[in-house]
């Protein structure tokens, strides 16, 4: 019953599944070649995603969860109470769990979520933890536009939950139609609270994509695993090498896998010739400043109305509203 349950509550919007395939040509068409991030996160992805935050160079994930417990108090009080919960992605961790726990009476939860299984989880495991909340999954692409479920007569706010910094793998461009097309669910008497990397030391930045233990290597060479397995490619796994730089003009790590050699890459009956040391883009992570993220949010009619960053002033949350 309470599986029938649960199925009951999905709103599927049938996102179109990728054409990776289609994708990989376009990209490794283009000058400089590129591949889409968003393949990064098969299931062995997201197990070395999972394994990058635990290394001791990366700070993010346990710098926005130390934020997250410290302000928990403030940032409840921020938002306010009678709240549906909107996140963007399967939030089926300590983060959202921190949310509903220190939120006045959170009335609903809806995560947005492409993947069926990692949605399903998700609201499995919130469910038990907070029988109280109603969960709402909604199984849609998050980059378009998503009309929400009606939740229960007592949520009179949406807040929009998108933390990790997982912003800053869209370019500005992209960043500014995701943070518009989170205008438009939020509504006129909405909020959204977004977790930002901050601009820093350079040293601290590129040490966080290059740990020691190779962790982030194996994540990025695996997306050339995951090809060759989906669609019909020959990457060689051993003739490309992880490389991430901070640029710092444009303040983003900039994550590219370098051609060892000169060799060429088939991908059905289309060749690509890759040079010695020639680098394929595969991922920007943008840091931001105080200036640079309220710009970006203006650009999408949303104004920064709190913030709260950790001691160092490594990470931040931002609570946007129109
Ligand atoms: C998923 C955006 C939080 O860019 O820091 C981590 C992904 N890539 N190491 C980030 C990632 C390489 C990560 N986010």
């Keep these: 019953i309470a599986r029938a349950r649960a199925q009951a509550a999905l709103t599927d919007l049938r996102p179109q599944p990728d054409d990776i395939a289609a994708d990989a040509i376009a990209g490794l068409s283009r000058t400089p070649k590129t591949l889409p991030s968003k393949y990064f996160y098969d299931a062995e992805g997201s197990r070395l995603f999972e394994a990058i935050t635990r290394q001791p160079e990366y700070y993010l994930t346990r ?4 934020l997250m417990e410290a302000q928990m108090p403030s940032i409840a009080q ?3 109470d009678g709240v549906h919960v909107v996140e963007f992605g399967s939030g089926s961790g300590r983060k959202t769990e921190l949310l509903l726990e220190g939120l006045a009476a959170p009335v609903a939860y809806t995560p947005i979520e492409i993947s069926r299984t990692a949605l399903m989880d998700s609201v499995t495991r919130l469910g038990q933890s907070f029988p109280d909340v109603q969960m709402l999954p909604v199984c849609a692409d998050f980059t378009r536009p998503v009309p929400l479920p009606r939740a229960d007569r007592r949520a009179h706010r949406t807040l929009v939950f998108f933390p990790g910094s997982t912003l800053g793998n869209f370019s500005d461009e992209e960043a500014v139609r995701l943070l518009r097309s989170m205008r438009g669910t939020m509504g006129d008497a909405g909020c959204a609270l977004i977790g930002i990397d901050l601009d820093k030391d350079p040293a601290i930045i590129e040490a966080a994509y290059n740990d020691l233990a190779g962790v982030t290597a194996a ?4 997306l050339l695993t995951r090809l060759n397995r989906e669609i019909d490619s020959d990457f060689d796994i051993d003739g490309f090498r992880h490389r991430a730089h901070y640029a710092r003009e444009r303040m983003r790590i900039e994550t590219s896998l370098v051609s060892e050699r ?3 890459v088939r991908i059905g009956d289309h060749a690509f010739d890759f040079a010695v040391g020639e680098a394929m883009h595969v991922e920007i992570s943008q840091k931001y400043t105080d200036a640079s993220f309220s710009a970006l949010a203006a650009q999408a009619g949303l104004r ?3 913030g709260w960053n950790d001691e160092g002033e490594s990470f931040g949350l931002r609570l946007l509203q129109p």
């Design 262 to 264: 000169a060799q060429t």
């Design 304 to 306: 920064v109305t709190h």
């Design 78 to 80: 921020a938002i306010g």
């Design 63 to 66: 710098v926005e969860l130390a």
């Design 219 to 222: 994540f990025t060479v695996n």
